[in-house]
């Protein structure tokens, strides 16, 4: 029987049945990245045959032979080595590994690679739903998968949850365009700065009633933002990383939040106390501590998120606006807590 190869007029219809199946598929799954292989063979074909028309010159680059039955069905594979240790006659349909490792059409990318580390191959079949083969994802294409999932992760630590031309342009347009982008989001921050001063002003006669109001605001600005920003990185890494939904990352979010909150709070209402000697104070401190870390850590993870479902670069605008809320919520909760507690 004679051997399947490939020639030029078959692995150019290949490459662009390739470019179809990445059209239709989507250039992030199996169906879109893989190509015909270098080397495949008949099961009925010898591994000296095989090996014969590897030293003739034909297949010079080839990291995985695909053994082959009829209608191009993938009947299992060899590693080149395995191959060099075969007697001559043996059949390369019996020396072949019947549980190769395999993959269908529309499996995403990311999961090729891990199945590829997992399983110890450094090619993988793509074969359809009769077991014909489509094409091979060879070691270039598999290191290329993680090195472009790799700067994705990277993408989405910096506050880019898309490897987009718009997130490219984030980081690599001139200076004056990069500012012309970001200098709306810190305008929207500088009005929240002025009706931050508007909280402030408002309770002047609290503040005159109990100056040592002023000396805590500083503090729980600051702590409120360490929170959020917080949430925000790992907002941005859960999101690449977890198939999870938002509303049990809000929610997850907001328990951690709890968490710090109270423990920080904890920590607080005793030095207050000792320090002031006035535990109205303490416990009014203590509370809005306890308050803007529960609504920082939310607003850090569902800002980016929600700017992203908008259509906004979440590089440029989650910073500005989560720092500003979070500082208006901030204040609004610990003047709310002192009017309650102490006036």
């Known amino acids: 029987m004679r051997p399947p190869e490939v020639d030029d007029a078959s692995r150019a219809q290949a490459d662009n049945s390739g470019m179809s199946n990445a059209r239709a598929i989507g250039t992030e799954t199996s169906g879109g990245l893989a190509v015909m292989p270098a080397l495949s063979a008949a099961a009925d074909e010898t591994a000296g045959a095989c090996r014969e028309r590897v030293q003739a010159g034909a297949h010079r680059d080839w990291d995985l032979l695909c053994v082959l039955g009829d209608g191009r069905r993938l009947v299992g594979t060899l590693r080149p080595q395995e191959l060099l240790a075969l007697p001559d006659a043996v059949p390369l349909g019996e020396a ?42 060879g070691p270039a294409a598999l290191m290329d998968i993680l090195r472009r999932e790799h700067v994705e992760d990277l993408h989405r630590l910096a506050g880019i949850l898309r490897e987009t031309d718009q997130a490219r342009d984030a980081l690599e347009s001139p200076p004056l365009r990069r500012a012309r982008h970001r200098l709306p989001w810190l305008m929207v921050g500088l009005l929240g700065c002025i009706v931050a ?18 000396f805590f605001i500083p503090a729980l600005v600051y702590l409120a933002d360490a929170i959020g920003t917080q949430s925000e990185a790992v907002a941005v890494r859960g999101l690449s990383l977890s198939r999870i939904g938002i509303a049990r990352l809000v929610g997850s979010e907001m328990r951690t939040g709890a968490v710090i909150g109270t423990a920080l709070a904890l920590v607080t209402l005793p030095l207050v106390w000792i320090a002031f000697g006035d535990p109205a104070l303490a416990v009014t401190v203590s509370l809005a501590l306890a308050g803007s870390s529960l609504v920082a850590s939310s607003l850090g993870l569902a800002l980016p998120w929600l700017l992203d479902r908008l259509g906004s670069d979440p590089a440029y605008g989650s910073g500005p606006l989560a720092t500003i809320a979070q500082d208006v919520l901030t204040l609004l909760i ?10």
């Open 96 to 137: 072949a590994h019947l549980d190769a490792t395999v993959v269908g059409p529309d499996v995403d990318q990311e999961l090729i690679a891990s199945l590829a580390i997992t399983q110890g191959v450094v090619a993988v079949p793509v074969v359809d739903a009769q077991r014909r083969l489509l094409g091979v994802i």
């Open 334 to 343: 610990y003047f709310g807590c002192a009017t309650v507690i102490l006036l």
């Open 197 to 214: 001063t508007a909280i402030v002003a408002r309770f002047e006669e609290a503040l005159a009633a109990q100056p040592a109001l002023a």
